[in-house]
């Protein structure tokens, strides 16, 4: 056709057929359309991606028994705690494993909606070599997200698989440890490859684990630090023999306050003290000498800390404990890292690990500060562990008292609630009656608003009225319900926490029956 005629024209059904578009290909954005001799469209903006610059929230670690607490000093299984290579590893996580953990002294339970506040939960260290966390953990704890994020973030890794890895998905892992171990480094640093070593050591032959172990010695550095490779060396450490494990101990040498400080370092450190004898222990930890407090505030490596006062004896960690002696800008070293959502668990670790002696000067401020660190909202974890675990006579009735004469104040502040259920909880028979006649009133003493009566209305108090019912016993329990349903209407009438306390009432008299005729 002559290329001067005109484009448009009548095609055979007599329509005006439309200019031809031309689309040509774009590299780097949607196509740009041309029609004719007229000027290039431009193409349209893309849309703004809204989630990308937007801050992640930081999820809250731990969590203990019900919705009420949302932070915790004592949660056992939070932070980059040494993961155990068994279960196999997941894909990279942020930076201590997100695994709540059970906490050691009861949990970190937020109040209620109301009693908000997202801030992180202290991890602790019940899953020595287990990884939660969740402790997700493992949400990154914003108190150290700043300090030493750049150590913690995993290494980018190229977005294509090593051609070792597609033949070994491609066998469908029937492959034997002997084959992989010339390639045993790369094939290491792979999500799935870790999980096929980790699978093979625990059945290998011991010249098979030989084989294996050469190739992993010559490349320890980085997989110690790797977020994969990790698992293979702390598998080492599990399954292989005692003379591997001491020449995997012995690589370390040198190394350990980087790799305690390290996301994925300090959980190979924890596994090693979990597998060396004690002359190594001591060898290893020596190098952690004055670097203690810089360890407890560091979000990996105070799990590390924790591991040294849970496997070494008493005698060797001294200058663990001499490291809270001494003050900075006013404030103890004690009082400072107990109100530390990572130096409260450390401290913790000491109350139930060492003697009463030993940690006397530790005890003596927690109850010197008592009332200041029972409403810190991490501070408060270290006064319940006092009370529950000291071996030390007399402290537990120390505490007791003052939280007796402070029952109202203590039980409406939304973390020294902890402490008042806590001494309820752990206290003797006796105790808790004194307990719960400071929070009833004496009637003789002609007391026209009992503490009872305010933290029944109270976010926080009323709590400590449901936790009364259930444990109170004779006749404490006889007067606190007398008291109560005095104001069951006002309780009827009242927001749900009028609710909850009917609903503790309710059960508390089918379990134990009704309660008897009252005297006038």
């Given amino acids: 056709p002559d290329p001067s005629k005109s484009r448009v024209g009548k095609s055979k059904n007599n329509k005006v057929s439309r200019p031809e578009i031309a689309l040509p290909v774009s590299q780097s954005g949607p196509p740009v359309i041309r029609v004719d001799d007229a000027r290039p469209v431009s193409p349209p903006p893309q849309p703004r991606n809204r989630g990308a610059n937007q801050g992640s929230t930081i999820g809250v670690i731990g969590g203990g028994k019900g919705e009420r607490r949302r932070r915790g000093g004592g949660s056992e299984n939070e932070g980059g705690r040494a993961q155990q290579a068994t279960p196999l590893p997941p894909g990279p996580t942020s930076g201590a494993f997100a695994s709540s953990s059970q906490n050691s002294n009861g949990g970190e339970r937020g109040r209620s909606a109301k009693a908000s506040g997202n801030q992180p939960p202290p991890p602790t260290s019940a899953d020595r070599v287990g990884g939660h966390s969740s402790t997700g953990s493992a949400a990154a704890n914003s108190a150290n997200a700043g300090a030493r994020g750049s150590k913690s973030r995993p290494e980018n890794r190229p977005g294509t698989t090593h051609p070792l890895i597609e033949a070994l998905k491609h066998r469908d892992k029937n492959v034997d440890l002997v084959e992989l171990a010339p390639h045993i480094a790369e094939i290491a640093q792979d999500q799935y490859g870790s999980r096929l070593i980790q699978q093979k050591l625990e059945d290998a032959s011991d010249e098979e684990k030989a084989l294996a172990f050469k190739s992993v010695l010559q490349r320890m550095n980085p997989l110690t630090m790797d977020v994969f490779g990790n698992y293979v060396i702390q598998k080492f450490f599990e399954f292989g023999s005692n003379e591997q494990r001491r020449i995997l101990a012995e690589q370390l040498v040198g190394q350990v306050l980087k790799l305690s400080l390290h996301m994925y370092g300090c959980r190979v450190v924890q596994k090693a003290f979990d597998s060396v004898p004690i002359d190594q222990q001591v060898l290893l930890i020596g190098e952690l000498k004055g670097h203690v407090l810089e360890c407890i505030e560091d979000q990996h490596g105070n799990h590390v800390i924790q591991k040294c006062i849970e496997r070494l004896p008493t005698d060797r960690i001294g200058f663990i404990v001499d490291s809270f002696k001494g003050s900075v800008g006013g404030a103890t070293n004690m009082s400072r890292m107990a109100k530390h959502c990572y130096g409260c668990r450390v401290i913790q670790r000491l109350i139930e690990y060492c003697s009463a002696a030993q940690i006397a000067d530790l005890l003596d401020e927690t109850l010197a500060c008592c009332m200041e660190l029972a409403t810190d909202q991490y501070g ?90 259930g444990l109170a016993q004779g006749p404490q329990r006889d007067a606190l319900m007398w008291k109560l349903q005095e104001h069951m209407p006002s309780l009827k009438k009242s927001n749900t926490y009028g609710k909850h306390i009917i609903a503790a009432m309710e059960k508390s008299q089918s379990a134990r029956g009704p309660l008897p005729f009252r005297p006038q």
């Fill in 380 to 469: 408060n974890y270290v006064v319940q562990h006092v009370m529950e675990h000291s071996s030390r006579p007399g402290d537990r009735q120390t505490l007791m008292a003052i939280v007796r004469n402070h029952i109202l104040a203590l039980s409406c502040h939304k973390y020294a609630s902890n402490v008042i259920e806590k001494a309820l909880s752990c206290g003797t028979s006796e105790e808790r009656a004194l307990l719960i006649q400071a929070l009833v009133g004496d009637p003789g003493a002609g007391e026209a608003q009992p503490p009872l009566l305010t933290m029944m209305r109270d976010r926080f108090g009323n709590y400590i009225v449901q936790k009364s019912i």
